[in-house]
């Protein structure tokens, strides 16, 4: 069983910064970060190949996070400029196979989650 440990998160005024990071227990494939706030979805915020450590984005963020990777075990989400619809429980997620994607479905392990707040 892959076990995902996050650590950040906190809470911080519209246009502040902060930076997430996550740590798998053993070696991944792609990693990625997604998102759930009160009563809606969750989805996808930044994805990344563990080969050539190619990123994709949710829209939303394209522009001010930044998602970045170490290894075949540790990633970072750098935030900036943040919003307060930003404000959401942040999940560390991995899977063993290469392909990426935003699609929560594809993604087989899953971190406990760490709180971002941005207020206004």
């Known amino acids: 069983q892959v076990q ?13 910064s902060l930076k997430l990071s996550c740590t798998a227990s053993v070696d991944t494939g792609c990693m990625g970060w997604f998102r759930q706030a009160p009563g809606k979805e969750r989805e996808g915020v930044a994805v990344i190949r563990p080969v050539g450590f190619i990123a994709s984005y949710n829209d939303s963020v394209e522009g001010r996070f930044t998602i970045s990777r170490d290894n075949a075990k540790n990633i970072h989400l750098n935030l900036n400029s943040l919003k307060p619809e930003d404000t959401a429980m942040y999940y560390c997620a991995a899977r063993t196979g290469w392909a990426c994607g935003l699609e929560k479905e594809i993604f087989d392990y899953w971190g406990q989650g760490t709180q971002v707040s941005v207020s206004s």
Do not use: M, P, R, Y
């Open 4 to 16: 995902l440990v996050e650590s950040g998160g906190g809470s911080v005024q519209a246009g502040g």
